[in-house]
């Protein structure tokens, strides 16, 4: 069974899947420290992009938790991702983490770029 905790001021789903694989990430790392942070950057076809990296906890960063594992947003970040779902996902064109913006205008093909 699947435990997210989010509250009304930070409203990003953060799944179980997504959860899982930073899971074995964190293991592999053998640092269970480690939180995973999501971000915007400008860049990409369509404008902004989103990244990924691991990192502490900072002032006024946004904290979901999943099944124990910790997905960090900053607050500029947070304003373009207000809403949206952080997901792992596996398929015939390989694997890696999905960002579903509602507030993405327009996207790339690719996924990891888009636009207001």
Known sequence: MSTTE???DTPL???AAAA??????IEEESNPDLKLRVYIQGG?????????KFDDEK??????VTDGVIL???????QYLYGAEVDYV????GSQFVVRNP????????GSSFSI
């Open 44 to 52: 990409g076809c369509s404008g902004f992009s989103y990244g990924f």
């Open 6 to 8: 989010t509250n009304a």
């Open 72 to 78: 960090l947003v900053d607050p500029l970040s947070l």
């Open 90 to 93: 596996e398929s015939l064109q």
């Open 13 to 15: 789903i953060f799944t």
């Open 20 to 25: 899982a694989k930073v899971n074995k990430m």
């Open 103 to 110: 507030n993405a205008a327009t996207t790339c093909g690719c």
């Open 59 to 64: 002032d006024g960063d946004a904290k979901m």
